[in-house]
């Protein structure tokens, strides 16, 4: 009998060698990352259009509203000698400055409505802010610029409200303070504390003691509402039906109450001036007024989109344990799976992602996963039914695959304890 050639051994020795099916199946695993990630660029590109359409409709309904204010603002004139240093001459300078006051008192208290609008495929959630405003200026005490140099312009004070998006805006702004009624209007400049919002004349003198305020205001916003805690004592209260509200910023609610399904929530929030690092007076613009905001947004921490995304971050163990089942299957049944077809199972599960994305724009997340992964777990099982002549181990490979998905299908679930769960899994 003829010994075989060494072409012929080592033909043999790639077909039947375990290491080499190893390294096969891993270089396949990295050929299948390029896909992969052309899944995830086409979840970011989809992501993109939807805060495209939120844009969209932001920029005629109104953005995210920030409130900041009342402010009163007073300002005063500073003459200062300058002397030449040619021909000894003096000169006077006046410098126009802006001492802004915050309010002892600041009480925000009203309803958010909430709605749906629509762009396309996409839902974004849009609101509007029925919202009454009150609250009191202490006395202005100017003492600590009162220089023999320095004029008072009390026929020249103000109150400035700052609001985001003007667009938003729903009905005219008037302003009740001591009674009189005086309206708001736009147009900033830029020596104020707020860079948007409206401004009113008031008038005042010296001899002017608490100033007691109030507004209403009809906002229009998208998916956020917060406010700048400018009061020594600032409350706000809102009411909504939305059911799924977002609390944020630098304070949580002191109370807050969510109801299910669609009763919405309640929250109340009660800031000190003492929890803020920001003077109740100061001169010219204050870089801090903004850094201590708090609100409540109306959207999903966790959207359909930012599921799928987390849900394809799992696409390489996913197809590994896929195609080490494959593996260990071959091996007790003692039959060999080309290189092929273990690309065609990776790519059908790269599939998967691609059909969980698109369905789930239009049916929601859950049962596009449901519809996503019956497909492929079927179409998975047919195949190895096809290529191991074996009903049984093609219904192994099903319960395997249809544990796996359910497996991340609960991770994603599970917002807060997805690590936990996916160690404890792994």
Not at 327 to 343: D, E, P, T
């Amino acid at each position: 009998m003829q010994e075989p050639s060494f072409f012929d051994r080592a033909t043999h020795w790639l077909k039947t060698s375990t290491t080499v099916r190893l390294f096969t199946i891993g270089f396949i695993l990295l050929l299948l990352l390029i896909p992969i990630e052309l899944v995830q660029d086409l979840i970011r590109e989809r992501q993109g259009r939807q805060n495209q359409a939120v844009y969209d409709i932001a920029s005629s309904w109104g953005q995210a509203q920030e409130l900041t204010g009342p402010i009163l603002v007073i300002p005063f004139e500073k003459t200062e000698l300058l002397y030449g240093h040619i021909n000894n001459t003096q000169e006077e300078k006046k410098t126009t400055l802006y001492a802004s006051f915050l309010p002892d008192e600041l009480d925000y208290s009203g309803t958010l409505l909430p709605e749906t609008n629509h762009r396309g495929i996409y839902d974004v959630n849009v609101y509007t802010a029925d919202l009454n405003v009150k609250g009191a200026f202490p006395k202005p005490h100017m003492s600590e610029w009162d220089e023999a140099n320095v004029v008072v312009r009390w026929d020249k004070a103000q109150v400035v409200f700052g609001i985001t998006d003007l667009a938003g805006v729903n009905e005219a702004i008037v302003l009740n303070i001591n009674g009189i009624q005086l309206p708001f209007n736009p147009g900033l400049e830029e020596y104020l504390p707020v860079g948007s919002g409206v401004i009113t004349d008031v008038d005042i003198s010296p001899e002017t003691e608490e100033l007691r305020f109030s507004t209403h205001l009809l906002l229009r916003g998208t998916r956020a509402i917060e406010f700048s805690p400018l009061g020594k004592v600032t409350n706000v209260e809102l009411n909504s039906t939305w059911k799924d509200p977002s609390f944020f910023g630098d304070f949580s609610p002191d109370d807050k109450k969510v109801a299910p399904e669609a009763e919405g929530f309640y929250a109340h929030w009660n800031v000190l001036h003492l929890n803020r690092s920001i003077p109740q007076k100061f001169i010219g613009q204050h870089g801090n007024l903004r850094n201590f905001n708090f609100g409540v947004s109306l959207f999903d921490e966790v959207n359909d989109y930012h599921k799928t995304e987390r849900t394809a971050k799992y696409a390489v163990l996913f197809i590994a344990l896929t195609f080490m089942t494959f593996f260990f299957a071959q091996i007790l049944n003692k039959v060999r799976i080309h290189g092929l077809q273990f690309v065609m199972v990776g790519l059908a599960l790269c599939v998967f992602y691609v059909l969980l994305l698109s369905l789930s724009e239009h049916l929601g997340f859950d049962l596009a996963y449901l519809i996503a992964s019956l497909g492929i777990i079927i179409q998975i099982t047919l195949y190895v039914m096809a290529i191991f002549k074996s009903r049984k181990l093609g219904f192994t490979v099903l319960g395997i695959l249809a544990g796996l998905y359910l497996f991340i299908y609960t991770i994603i679930r599970m917002a807060e304890y997805s690590l936990l769960m996916g160690s404890i899994g792994l």
